[in-house]
Every structure is written in C-alpha cells, then in structure tokens.
C-alpha cells in the first residue's frame, strides 16, 4: 500500500521519511495516475480543511477512489463543532484535569504533532486527543473556568509549526509512518490489511488461541497483512481495511466503539455496530423475533408495572435475562415466589426493562451459525454437568464450567431447525451470526441471536476445519472488493 504526504507546497514537507512519497496538492486532486491507484493511505497536510477548500478535497477524492485517507472528512467536520468536540472529549475528562494540574495561567494550547507534543508529560493525554481525532497536526486549545475545558481542537496548518519544533517533528513523524507498516516489500505480496481485535485476558473469548491463528493463516493465504489488536490500539484504526471482532461485544464497552468508528471510517466490520446494538440488547430481540413472528419460548418484556404478573404469565420456573447478558451471565432461573421476587429487584435496579422468559428444559441448545444469510455450521451445546445452561460459572471443577460441543452435518439438522435459524439471523442482517435454539416436539424456538459467535478449534471447526475459517476471510475480502468496486476472481 502507497503511502502519499499531501501538501499544498513541496517546500511545506521536506522531511526525507522512508516509505512515503511526497505529492502537491494540485497533482494529488488532477493527475490521473492518482486517481487510478487502488491501494493508498493518503496523510493529508494541506495548510486549510475549510469545507469545500483543496485541502477538504484532497481527503474527499482520497475516500471516492477508495484510499485511506487521514484526516477523513468525518474527522474534519467534528473538529468545526464545538458540540461534539465536548460529547466525543467527555470521556478523557480526569485526564484532562490530570495533565493541566500544575499550570497557573487560565489557558493553555497543546501542539500535537502525530499524536506526541514536544513536552513528555503531556504524551498521554496527546495520544488520547489523537485517538479521538485523527489528524496529522492538531492544537487544542483550553481554558481554565470551574476546571479546564478544551475550548476548541484544530488543524495546525503546517506552514505554521515553529522552526525550533521541526526536529522533533521530524522525529515524531519517522515514528508515525513506521507504524503503519506498509513497507515497500509488502506491498507486493499482500493486497489488504486486517485488525483482529483480541483479549488476551479475556475469560470466555469467541475463539481460542488455536482458532486465531487459524484466522490469521487463513487471511495471510488469501493476500492480507494480518495483526492482531487490543483494546489499547484503538487510534490505530486507520490503517486498516477491515476489522474482525473476536473479543465478546456489548454496546457500553470499547468493542462497539472500535466497530463504530471503523464503520464510520469506511472498513468493513464484522461484528458492525448495527449487529451489535441488536444482537446485545434482548429486549430488542425479543420484540423484533415476535413482530416477525419467528417462534420463541413464551416471552414478556418485563417492567416494574407488570412484575407482578410474571408468575401467571411465565408460571415458574422461569428465566430472567439481563438485556445484555452474553455466555449465561446475567441470566437467572427463579425457581419459586421468593427467588422470583429477589431477582427482579436485582434485575430491575440496573435496568428498566429485562427479560422473562418460560423455562424448557432441553438436554442440549441448537447453535447455527450464519454468514452472509447462510449456513455456515451446526452445533449441539450440552448444558453444562449438572446445570441448566451451557456455561455454569459457578461450577466447583474448572471442567464443569461449560458442557460439550458436537458440530452435526447439515443433513442431519432438522429443517425447522435450520429455517427458523436463518430467520431470525436474517433480521439483523448479513453479518457473522450464532443462533441459539431449543427443540421441542418436532417444533424450534430461538433463544436468542449471537452477533460474536463462538468458533473454537476443536469445536466448531470439527467438519469444515480450516475452510471455516476461510469461509469466513473470504467474506470480508469480498466486502472489501465491493466497498472498493473491485473485481478479484476467487
């Protein structure tokens, strides 16, 4: 992938840094040659990004020819309103108040230049501005009133950096465009770049270590540059094609705001935020499943004015779920009055809505997974030894904790199954989806819809072994040539 330093004047940019190549504006927004490469990164230093300047085109042509383009155009309308710079900033409140502690005057500006600032105690709350607004030269500038506010966050044109500053301007850019990790030599061998995000700390992750690097061999035999992210390298985005979640999602949490933001800056992402916000939330999926009449276990939408009917409605025992309950956690079995009545005040103090569902007892869950609305496996989940549910987190012995899996041919999965599976799934869209069913007397109710799918080798992997996980790199390859407009022969 070519990486091109845009500037309105070559004398802006005369750093020697390897790797890049140093383009005029003009050149950039008329020349042909670039408008017909297909592989770019595109490091936007015009002097101005006013609306509809050469500096706001040059990111505007870079994202139509499908380059990658930093600062985006997204990126420069957020710096123009001071609304959004307080709602996105909001989150980094105490590290603001942190790091302007120790100054006496009302005010302050803080030069960023590729995320660092020439002053070392400020390098973390610069890293964090740069995550938030990814572009190459920013000054924000704060005022002190109750406490220290950022007051406004802009492009510093680079004409305008001080001569004592270029050294280590310099220095801060060599580091930048090292990290993209493009070089020369690779471009010939790898035609996209993919971020799987991971945690490695993480208890119970979609897929074990084995089936990662079986996702990373995959993608590297189909011409990506792989490399596995954590939530530490979220201002890292960019420079990636497309983003495949395998650490468990949850709307309040880093893995949504990593699928926004590479959505919003044009990768192709699975799990999407849109599979997100409906998959984590239960209380929508079980008002979309019962509009589009998909059959599900008798269900109520439970509040704190109609608690009182749970019993009658549900009888007992009966399952209460958290809205964003994942993996069994948050969901609990009540089994008389008594525990009905503790639960509910737990559930119903965190939120103002959960889920009741009746209880069915079945010795094993259907797992279907879908991709791009088909069917990808078939999983039988065992409850877990002695339990009533796959994963029991309670379990005494470690190898209690969750109950076997079985991957099952697809000539062997009931019809009902598969059809009402691929219903439910198709709803939410056309993403990596996991659905949960019990059977019942030749009839399937699902349980719920999973945007973050297990796939584990050893487990799911058992019939297809390594074309599931190319399955999968081979969809993502195919959304990114249709993002581009591209045609690959697989």
């Not at 504006?25 to 509809?52: E, G």
């Not at 501005?129 to 000054?139: C, E, N, S, V």
């Not at 500038?141 to 220290?148: D, G, N, R, S, T």
Request: glycine share 4%; with cysteine.
């Amino acid at each position: 992938m070519r990486k091109i330093v845009v500037v309105d004047h070559p004398k802006d940019w005369d750093e020697a840094t390897e790797g890049t190549e140093v383009v005029d504006t003009q050149s950039y927004l008329t020349d042909a040659a670039y408008t017909d490469i297909k592989n770019a990164r595109v490091f936007n230093l015009s002097r101005s990004y006013r609306y509809q300047s050469a500096g706001y085109y040059v990111s505007l042509l870079a994202e139509a020819r499908g380059h990658k383009a930093i600062p985006s155009v997204t990126t420069m309308q957020d710096l123009k309103s001071p609304t959004i710079v307080r709602a996105i900033t909001v989150e980094i409140n105490d590290l603001i108040q942190k790091s302007l502690a120790g100054l006496r005057s009302n005010s302050f500006t803080l030069s960023i230049y590729f995320g660092h600032n020439v002053a070392l105690k400020y390098e973390k709350l610069c890293k964090q501005l740069h995550d938030l607004f990814q572009a190459p030269l920013l000054r924000a500038q704060f005022v002190l009133k109750e406490e220290w506010v950022l007051q406004s966050i802009s492009p510093i044109p680079v004409n305008e950096v001080p001569e004592s500053h270029r050294p280590d301007l310099k220095r801060f850019a060599k580091t930048y465009f090292a990290r993209h990790r493009f070089s020369g030599a690779r471009v010939t061998r790898r035609v996209y770049d993919l971020a799987i995000l991971v945690d490695p700390h993480e208890k119970a992750p979609p897929s074990n270590e084995k089936a990662i690097q079986n996702f990373v061999d995959a993608a590297e035999c189909q011409g990506f540059y792989t490399e596995l992210i954590t939530k530490d390298d979220y201002r890292r985005l960019a420079e990636f094609d497309a983003l495949f979640i395998r650490e468990t999602t949850a709307v309040n949490h880093h893995t949504y705001r990593f699928s926004r933001k590479a959505h919003a800056d044009g990768l192709v992402v699975i799990d999407d935020p849109v599979s997100i916000l409906r998959c984590t939330n239960k209380v929508y999926l079980a008002e979309l499943l019962l509009k589009a009449k998909v059959p599900v276990p008798k269900t109520m939408i439970i509040h704190k004015d109609n608690r009182e009917r749970v019993e009658a409605e549900l009888g007992l025992p009966c399952v209460l779920k958290k809205p964003d309950s994942s993996f069994s956690q948050g969901v609990v079995k009540a089994k008389d009055a008594e525990s009905l009545k503790k639960e509910l005040d737990l559930l119903l103090a965190d939120s103002e809505l959960i889920i009741g569902q009746e209880y069915i007892p079945t010795d094993f869950d259907w797992r279907i997974g879908v991709l791009d609305k088909q069917p990808l496996y078939a999983c039988k989940y065992f409850m877990a030894k002695g339990h009533w549910q796959i994963y029991n987190w309670n379990g005494k012995r470690k190898q209690d904790e969750e109950g076997d899996g079985e991957v099952v041919p697809f000539e062997q999965v009931p019809f009902h199954v598969l059809h009402t599976a691929l219903k439910a799934a198709n709803l939410i869209g056309d993403g990596l989806y996991g659905v949960d069913l019990k059977e019942i007397n030749g009839k399937a109710y699902v349980i719920e819809v999973n945007d973050n799918p297990s796939i584990d080798a050893g487990v799911e992997d058992t019939i297809l072994k390594k074309e599931l996980y190319a399955t999968i790199i081979k969809s993502i390859k195919r959304r990114i040539n249709t993002n581009k407009n591209i045609r690959i022969d697989e």
